[in-house]
């Protein structure tokens, strides 16, 4: 059996607790996600897939319940502790991609790295190497604002990835990738994880993404209402399995 990556004890997130009209967005999760896992988390609009997420990697604090990442919880940690756990531990993409445009391209793939004071030959070669897989080597001496939308999202796809991180989190990461560069990123996930054994928590809307992972958590007014694992089903098999979920969710939202 794996290490466990991640572990969340009954996690709820009420936002705006403090007003009169509070919204549990997360309500009593748990989860534990052990190193080498590929997971991915769909449900309809609203029902606290990000709010899951966030919750869940540091980005934000729930209102109730513990979050641990690599044995640490995360709430006893302070600010600069939780900065450079997150530099040391977790890469995150999103679907804005959050290029700072006064940076070129190579020093905005370098951030991570110099902030964590990683000496500039091994910044250099490291950036190279990743900007390679994703495609965007040609473009490191460019400003964000010479790039495409596309190629702006491979570039801080390629700053998450740059420091190795032992965990990805993506909320939907080919958002703003045509269908080509969504497959590329989603077998440089695969690859990542079933060679390197980078675990992988991710938000998707679409069935065909989500048949990358190896479990799928539906989510439903804040809470995982189905799990459905690939096993060894092949891709196709489990693609229809999400599908006929998301499908069967969909329709029981006409009944009630
Ligand atoms: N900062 C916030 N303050 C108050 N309510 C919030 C906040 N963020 C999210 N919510 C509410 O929490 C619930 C869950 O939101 P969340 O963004 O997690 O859903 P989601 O499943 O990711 O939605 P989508 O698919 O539309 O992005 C929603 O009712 C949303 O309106």
């Known amino acids: 059996m794996n290490n466990e990556i991640l572990v969340a004890e009954n996690v709820t997130k009420i936002y705006g607790i403090d007003t009169k009209n509070p919204v549990t967005a997360l309500s009593d999760v748990s989860l534990t996600m052990y190193e080498s896992d590929f997971i991915c988390v769909m449900g309809p ?6 709010t899951f997420i966030n919750n869940l990697s540091t ?5 109730k319940g513990k979050v641990f990442i ?3 919880e995360v709430r006893t940690m302070g600010e600069n502790e939780v900065g450079k756990f997150r530099y040391e531990n977790l890469g995150f993409i999103f679907q804005e ?9 190579f020093e905005n793939i370098a951030v991570p790295l110099t902030l964590s004071h990683v000496p500039l030959e091994e910044v250099k070669q490291r950036v190279q190497v990743i900007a390679k897989k994703l495609g965007v080597d040609e473009l490191l001496d460019k400003y964000p604002s010479e790039c495409s939308g596309g190629q702006r999202q491979r570039a801080s ?16 990461p080919t958002g703003n990738l ?8 989603l077998e440089l996930f695969k690859r990542l994880n079933e060679e390197e054994g980078v675990s992988i928590l ?3 809307h679409d069935s065909m993404i989500a048949s990358y992972s190896q479990k799928l958590l539906y989510i439903k007014d804040g809470q995982i209402a189905e799990t459905i694992e690939r096993k060894d089903l092949t891709q196709k098999e489990y693609f229809y399995k999400i599908v006929d979920v998301n499908s069967t969710e969909s329709q029981k939202l006409f009944i009630d």
């Open 97 to 105: 991609f959050n290029l700072l445009e006064s940076l070129t391209i």
């Open 157 to 172: 796809i390629a700053r998450a990835l740059v420091t190795n991180p032992k965990l990805i989190v993506a909320d939907e």
């Open 70 to 72: 690599n044995g640490q």
């Open 202 to 204: 991710m938000v998707t």
């Open 178 to 185: 045509d269908s080509k560069n969504s497959h590329d990123l």
């Open 59 to 63: 980005i934000d604090i729930p209102t």
């Open 45 to 50: 609009s609203g029902s606290g897939k990000s």
